[in-house]
């Protein structure tokens, strides 16, 4: 069974930045594709990010150059650094495999970009 755990989200002004961690549970944690997702308030959820477990990643054309994703799989944690935000990244974030697991989903952790 595989928890996963968001951290690191709060209030930023546009241009700031944040780094989200999710901490996983469980042994399998470094055989997964891992992604970071958002849902803006009346959207649907959708992938920001992905990287497997060698490392090679995927962005999703909207937050290109600005977010990076990583994971220390000794850790068993993957983390989403985020710089120049903009109020249009404003969401819940939460991480999951990829494909996404429906069990896996957890509380997210809250973003939001305002002045």
């Known amino acids: 069974q595989v928890q996963l755990v968001e951290s690191g989200g709060g209030l930023v002004q546009p241009g700031g930045s944040l780094r989200l961690s999710c901490a996983a549970s469980?042994?399998?944690?470094?055989?997964?594709?891992m992604g970071w997702y958002r849902q803006a308030p009346g959207k649907q959820r959708e992938l920001v990010a992905r990287i497997t477990s060698g490392g090679s990643t995927y962005y999703a054309d909207s937050v290109k150059g600005r977010f990076t994703i990583s994971r220390d799989n000794d850790k068993t944690t993957v983390y989403l650094q985020m710089m120049s935000l903009k109020p249009e990244d404003t969401a819940v974030y939460y991480c999951?495999?990829?494909?996404?697991?429906?069990?896996?989903w957890g509380q997210g952790t809250q973003v939001t970009v305002s002045s």
């Open positions: 469980g042994r399998i944690f470094s055989f997964y594709v």
């Open positions: 999951n495999s990829f494909p996404a697991t429906v069990a896996y």
